[in-house]
């Protein structure tokens, strides 16, 4: 079986002890030389100084290519537009372009008549400004805001045909769930890689949460592996490791050979799982 690729999803720092995490974390995975890395943004511009901080900062001193969110939920067309230019000013040729969950406000100054709708504008608007090479989301389990799974997919090819190169899945437990998802895209036309998204779930009661509110789920053999752990972390990781790994190793089976991380600035769990997928960082030769 032939070492897959990988990319890392991380998160903008709110503290300076977070921003030291986050910085161990991309130190951590650098020397396993990821396609990409990608930096989440809160819609409405919530992290939008330190998401491009964070951007800046990988773009100038480490090796990596990062992937840059965009969302553009409460925002006009002209704050996007200044964003993704700033982005490409830079040396980041690489968007995952979100329209952002709607923020606790009034309705109709989330979606702004002079601001990108949906991500599918969004995408359109991007390429009007630069190539860029642009990543969007994919929903197997159906966004919990799409009326169906038919939906889902037809918004998916819509969002490809406005010039996305490759759909980054939200994260799921059940790999038949991605395959049914898989062959509904491609017979609808879909031919970009479709990467599946791995979550290692580190605590449960956590992701748990984030499940219910992208509408992923929670199979109850996972909730019986995780049973009687909440106060033994290490236990918690080596299962961590385990789940994910089995899981990779089925989608491998299938013929799957490029996976996306959350690491939610968590390195270990994600260089452990990594290392045993054969993911490693190249042997230094003496001189």
Same mark, same amino acid.
């Given at each position: 079986m032939s070492t897959p690729s990988v990319s890392f999803e991380f998160f +903008? +720092? #709110? !503290?300076p002890a977070m921003e030291a995490t &986050?910085?161990?974390t991309v130190k951590r995975l650098e020397p396993l030389r990821p396609r990409f890395v990608s930096v989440t943004y809160g819609a409405g511009g919530s992290t939008r100084e330190r998401t491009h901080a964070t951007v800046e900062r990988i773009v100038r001193e480490t090796t990596l290519q990062p992937a840059a969110h965009l969302t553009c939920v409460a925002a006009s067309r002209e704050e996007v537009d200044a964003v993704a230019r700033a982005y490409w000013?830079? /040396? $980041? =040729?690489h968007i995952v372009a979100l329209r952002g969950d709607l923020p606790q406000i009034e309705a109709g100054e989330a979606i702004r008549p002079d601001g990108y709708a949906y991500a599918v504008d969004l995408v359109a608007g991007l390429k009007r400004i630069a190539d860029f090479d642009i990543s969007v989301a994919a929903y197997p389990e159906t966004h919990p805001a799409a009326p169906s799974a038919a939906f889902e997919v037809d918004y998916? #090819? =819509? #969002?490809?045909? @406005?010039? @996305?190169? =490759? @759909?980054i899945t939200q994260f799921f437990f059940d790999t038949d769930v991605y395959f049914r998802f898989i062959d509904k895209v491609r017979a609808a /036309?879909? !031919? $970009?890689p479709i990467v599946p998204g791995i979550l290692p779930v580190t605590n449960f009661a956590q992701v748990s949460r984030f499940a219910k509110m992208c509408g992923t789920a929670v199979p109850g053999w &996972? @909730?019986? &592996?995780?049973e009687g752990l909440d106060d033994d972390p290490e236990t918690r990781k080596m299962v961590a490791a385990h789940v994910a790994i089995e899981q990779c190793r089925r989608l491998q089976?299938? /013929? $799957?050979a490029e996976f996306h991380f959350y690491t939610l600035n968590r390195p270990e769990l994600t260089r452990g799982i990594c290392h045993l997928l054969g993911i490693r960082p190249p042997v230094e030769v003496p001189a």
């Amino acid at each position: 079986m032939s070492t897959p690729s990988v990319s890392f999803e991380f998160f +903008p +720092p #709110k !503290t300076p002890a977070m921003e030291a995490t &986050l910085w161990e974390t991309v130190k951590r995975l650098e020397p396993l030389r990821p396609r990409f890395v990608s930096v989440t943004y809160g819609a409405g511009g919530s992290t939008r100084e330190r998401t491009h901080a964070t951007v800046e900062r990988i773009v100038r001193e480490t090796t990596l290519q990062p992937a840059a969110h965009l969302t553009c939920v409460a925002a006009s067309r002209e704050e996007v537009d200044a964003v993704a230019r700033a982005y490409w000013d830079c /040396g $980041v =040729r690489h968007i995952v372009a979100l329209r952002g969950d709607l923020p606790q406000i009034e309705a109709g100054e989330a979606i702004r008549p002079d601001g990108y709708a949906y991500a599918v504008d969004l995408v359109a608007g991007l390429k009007r400004i630069a190539d860029f090479d642009i990543s969007v989301a994919a929903y197997p389990e159906t966004h919990p805001a799409a009326p169906s799974a038919a939906f889902e997919v037809d918004y998916l #090819k =819509r #969002k490809i045909d @406005a010039g @996305a190169s =490759r @759909a980054i899945t939200q994260f799921f437990f059940d790999t038949d769930v991605y395959f049914r998802f898989i062959d509904k895209v491609r017979a609808a /036309g879909v !031919t $970009v890689p479709i990467v599946p998204g791995i979550l290692p779930v580190t605590n449960f009661a956590q992701v748990s949460r984030f499940a219910k509110m992208c509408g992923t789920a929670v199979p109850g053999w &996972l @909730a019986d &592996l995780f049973e009687g752990l909440d106060d033994d972390p290490e236990t918690r990781k080596m299962v961590a490791a385990h789940v994910a790994i089995e899981q990779c190793r089925r989608l491998q089976d299938q /013929g $799957v050979a490029e996976f996306h991380f959350y690491t939610l600035n968590r390195p270990e769990l994600t260089r452990g799982i990594c290392h045993l997928l054969g993911i490693r960082p190249p042997v230094e030769v003496p001189a």
